[in-house]
């Protein structure tokens, strides 16, 4: 799949606010690429498609999970989590999409996992630090991305923040937020 292809199919099924959002993550994860030489087509192709299954309703994405053997803890989270997985499965079948660290990148953007690829860790900072992000702390992150270069450091305290946030809200965690967190506690260096 090329840039153009993607962004069109990005446009054509996503609401023009998010299709918005998933422009700014696509031009944040090609800045990205060039800091951490990452390949900057599949950081875009990534970046643009990310949130392809955002607004998928809930019904079916439980049903795509236990239809493609995806991890069935995943039956217990919403569209928040789900929609990560969800949507690179959707992405390879629809578009007989096969690249393995694109898919990944979008699968694990809304989880983080250990031991990620270059892209997804961009992916999945990209979507944290893109530049109409105003949550706290996000300007940091953008420091440790932008200024300091520590793409590990950034995985890691975008990955403590979003535990924290869940705990404030009494959510539960899924395993491979924690194992994020853990992974790039001990990695960030």
Do not use: W
């Not at 694109?102 to 694990?108: C, E, G, S, Y």
């Not at 979507?127 to 949550?135: A, F, G, H, L, S």
């Amino acid at each position: 799949m090329k840039r153009k292809e993607a962004l069109k199919v990005a446009e054509e099924k996503l609401p023009k606010k998010r299709f918005k959002h998933c422009e700014r993550v696509a031009e944040t994860a090609l800045k990205m690429a060039e800091i951490f030489k990452a390949d900057p087509d599949k950081c875009y192709l990534a970046g643009i498609l990310h949130d392809y299954s955002k607004y998928d309703e809930l019904g079916k994405m439980y049903q795509t999970v236990t239809n493609e053997q995806l991890d069935p803890e995943l039956l217990e989270y919403k569209t928040e989590v789900l929609h990560g997985p969800i949507a690179a499965v959707k992405i390879k079948n629809k578009f007989n999409y096969t690249d393995s660290e694109v898919l990944k990148a979008i699968a694990h953007h809304t989880s983080g996992a250990k031991e990620m690829g270059i892209i997804e860790k961009i992916i999945f900072t990209a979507d944290y630090i893109e530049p109409k992000r105003t949550q706290p702390g996000v300007d940091e992150i953008r420091d440790i991305v932008f200024t300091e270069k520590k793409l590990d450091l950034a995985v890691y305290t975008i990955t403590k923040a979003n535990v924290r946030h869940l705990l404030n809200k009494d959510q539960t965690i899924y395993h491979k937020t924690i194992e994020c967190l853990n992974y790039y506690n001990m990695a960030k260096g």
